[in-house]
């Protein structure tokens, strides 16, 4: 199957620091991402869908302005997490789609501290 | 709105064994696409099996078969031949429209194989 990147698989960072993790699609190109954020032993919740060249679409009670996703191209999207607090920590996974399937990315352990 | 149902937080098999995890879900659409998804302790989600709503037959997938049945709004996975590195979380999840759009997901069986 087709293969989907992240980028940084862990980070740490500050409490009030801003934090990108990019996503990448590597052999195909995704008119579509997601991203999602996972809590330990808990299910996927979808945070918002990527489409390239325009505005992302969040799911109700995800903050936009906090978690700025950038679909720059078919094959790049980002989310940013601005002034990361400790309860923002969280496992964050992309996954790209190409119709008709739908690739996963390894995940980001993000850490505030 | 779509929603699955995991009622199994975790199941034990004994390794060659078959096991079932059991998945109900609830939507409205006429159209729509079952999933399964297999994380292990890595974090990476492993597409294992389709199953559209539309389709006659039950998917399957080497080990892995699908047993939809439309009317009682269940779509368990099936492992056959259960091996040690099938230990891992397994989600269930949906997408509306048969597509592989946006997926609502269960919460999620551990699956333990003992040898």
């Known amino acids: 199957g087709a293969v989907v990147s992240q980028h940084p698989s862990r980070v740490i960072c500050k409490s009030g620091t801003s934090v990108k993790i990019e996503c990448r699609s590597l052999?195909?190109?995704?008119?579509?991402m997601f991203w999602y954020r996972q809590f330990p032993k808990k299910s996927l919740m979808l945070m918002a869908t990527?489409?390239?060249?325009?505005?992302?679409?969040?799911e109700q009670g995800v903050e936009k302005d906090k978690f700025l996703i950038n679909h720059a191209s078919l094959t790049l999207s980002t989310l940013t997490v601005t002034s990361a607090h400790p309860e923002d920590s969280s496992f964050y996974i992309c996954?790209?789609?190409?119709?008709?399937?739908?690739?996963f990315g390894p995940g980001t352990r993000l850490t505030v501290l | 709105a779509q929603k699955i149902t995991q009622t199994q937080p975790g199941m034990f098999v004994q390794e060659k064994e078959a096991v079932t995890l059991d998945c109900t879900y609830d939507t409205s659409d006429q159209s729509y696409g079952l999933f399964w998804y297999k994380q292990p302790s890595s974090g990476e989600m492993i597409f294992l099996i389709y199953?559209?709503?539309?389709?006659?037959q039950n998917a399957t997938e080497g080990r892995y078969s699908l047993n939809f049945q439309k009317a009682r709004k269940s779509a368990n996975l099936v492992i056959s031949a259960s091996q040690l590195g099938d230990s891992a979380m397994y989600f269930c999840?949906?997408?509306?429209?048969?597509?592989?759009?946006?997926?609502?997901f269960g919460k999620g069986t551990m699956l333990l194989v003992s040898p």
């Open positions: 199953q559209g709503s539309y389709d006659e």
């Open positions: 052999d195909f190109q995704a008119t579509t």
């Open positions: 996954s790209a789609s190409t119709e008709p399937e739908q690739f």
């Open positions: 990527s489409n390239e060249g325009s505005k992302a679409t969040y």
């Open positions: 999840a949906m997408s509306p429209n048969s597509g592989y759009s946006t997926l609502t």
